[in-house]
């Protein structure tokens, strides 16, 4: 028994470095916490992209080991591997694809979640904070329209709220392999395409997928969906599933969600909408109407780590019918008996695939605690009309071909050289534009058209970047034109 005795305090030496004294939490701390203000206090001046050929290798230099590094290194290595290459999505100059946030008051909800570490996937056991997810998933469905039995989610992100919803609307609808080839899913070619991977995530990928006719605004054309789930039934096809967009991601459209809700229901299928993006413009007097029909969605996506700028970690599925979420999900595990069955508040383990999870909640309850809704409202409102204000400017300026008129905060458009291919020079112009770093812009191809898009959500985008992408546009247009054929 001496032995063993030894040997245990022997390793509990070792072991015990993984409880650092107080005075290496402090040091530690500290020096992470000078990086991050330092970060946060210049993050106006520094590039939105870098352009270069570092990725990230030198971190292959220091291999994981045995031994320890110390904070100076680990922190030295973050920085020229992890934080200077490429995009840099704190910047409130990100305003490619779908610009995240990153507010601070959120990475101190995860310092204390991940501290403290409460178990948020079962009731039972940490009833405090699946009392508080549950609490902020009410909150979401109330001002998006939705009834106070909505259930849902707290998930990782869009995409896997998403696969969450269609996996749900597969069960709600008894879709069994047999009838999968007669099966029909009717969307967008706008869709994300996190919804396609979903769809076959799922089991699903055999189901018809048809891609309706849009409007010129690229949005879906309720008629034809009706028209195409009448002809389908005639044919034997077995419709089921209308999946719609609130704010698209190439520009920002909304599909005419009350309609779609209306064919839904009157062929007794399932309504998912995806508004990871846009639907938390629900927040917006002046968007709110734009949204409407949104309330009538079987199953929502919204992404708190997009339409309330927190940091990356956070997308959010509602469901209406609680059961159904349920019914998609639950487990019975033997070695789980005395948490089952706890009636109070659903357990988010019981309502996703997820048994074991960050405790999400404390990055979203935080901040609204901290703040409240009010600079939430306020930000998404600003977002809308510095798109507008965009919009509006760069119409004026000669050469520049607009998208569509912005519903939310996405604004697209490509420069017309007087001759010569188009395409061409808007790649040109966006590579000049990712060159300068300033601002980071993405571009997207509809129509076999080269198109470049800002997208307006960063908290830290303000009319002073907005007339920087203007003059940083005008100088590069120039610059090019000097040289080209
Ligand atoms: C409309 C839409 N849906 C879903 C997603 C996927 O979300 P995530 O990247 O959080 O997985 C995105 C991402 O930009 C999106 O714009």
């Known amino acids: 028994m001496k032995n063993i005795i030894d040997e245990i305090k022997e390793l509990e030496k070792t072991s015990g470095h993984l409880e650092p004294s107080i005075e290496e939490r402090k040091k530690n701390r500290d020096k992470i916490i000078d990086y991050t203000e330092d970060f946060i206090n210049n993050i106006y001046n520094i590039n939105a992209f870098n352009l270069t050929d570092n990725t990230g290798e030198g971190l292959l230099d220091t291999p994981i080991s045995e031994e320890p590094i110390g904070i100076d290194k680990a922190i030295e290595l973050f920085k020229d591997n992890v934080d200077f290459p490429n995009l840099n999505p704190a910047s409130g100059g990100h305003l490619g694809y779908i610009p995240g946030g990153g507010i601070y008051n959120s990475a101190l909800g995860d310092y204390l979640a991940d501290i403290t570490n409460r178990y948020s996937g079962i009731f039972y056991a940490g009833p405090g904070a699946v009392r508080m997810e549950n609490m902020l ?29 269609i996996v749900t609307a597969r069960d709600a609808l008894n879709i069994k392999s047999k009838d999968i080839s007669r099966g029909v899913i009717y969307l967008s070619q ?6 396609d991977k979903s769809i076959r995530i799922a089991g699903l990928g055999e189901c018809e997928i048809k891609f309706v006719e849009l409007d010129d605004n690229y949005r879906i054309k309720p008629g034809v969906v009706k028209n195409e789930i009448e002809k389908d039934k005639k044919d034997g096809k077995l419709p089921w599933l209308i999946i719609a967009s609130a704010g698209t991601t190439d520009f920002g459209v909304i599909d005419p969600l009350d309609e779609l809700a209306e064919i839904a229901k009157e062929n007794k299928m399932w309504f998912h909408v995806d508004g990871a993006y846009g639907a938390f413009f629900v927040l ?16 929502l996506v919204m992404d708190p780590h997009k339409g309330l700028f927190l940091p990356y970690g956070l997308g ?8 159904k979420l349920n019914a998609a999900h639950y487990y019975k595990a033997n070695y789980l008996q005395d948490a089952i069955a706890i009636e109070e508040e659903p357990s988010p383990a019981d309502l996703s695939p997820e048994l074991t999870k960050h405790f999400r909640g404390l990055r979203l309850w935080l901040p609204l605690m901290l703040h409240g809704v009010k ?17 509006e400017e760069l119409k004026k300026i000669d050469g520049f071909d607009m998208g569509p008129e912005p519903e939310l905060s996405v604004a697209s458009f490509r420069y017309i050289p007087k001759e010569g291919n188009a395409n061409k020079f808007n790649q040109l112009l966006l590579h000049e ?13 509809v129509d076999g058209k080269f198109i ?9 985008t303000h009319l002073q970047t907005i007339d920087l992408i203007l003059k940083i546009l005008k100088e590069k247009v120039e610059l090019l034109l000097k040289d080209w054929k």
Not at 284 to 293: F, I, P, Q, V, Y
Not at 437 to 445: A, E, N, P, Q, Y
Not at 452 to 460: D, E, M, Y
């Open 137 to 165: 998933i009410r909150w979401m469905a109330k001002i998006v329209g939705f009834p106070p039995e909505t259930a849902g989610n707290l998930a990782s992100g869009g995409s896997i709220a998403n696969l969450i919803a």
């Open 190 to 195: 706008q869709v994300h395409h996190c919804i």
């Open 284 to 299: 917006s007097e002046s968007a709110k109407s734009r949204l409407k029909g949104i309330e009538k969605a079987d199953s």
């Open 316 to 323: 959010v599925v509602l469901v209406k019918d609680k059961h």
């Open 375 to 391: 600079p939430f409202r306020a930000g998404l409102e600003e977002k809308l009309l510095l798109t507008r204000y965009f919009y």
């Open 433 to 445: 534009i990712l060159k300068d770093g300033r601002v980071f812009l993405s571009s997207t191809k």
């Open 452 to 460: 470049i898009r800002i997208a307006v959500l960063s908290f830290r």
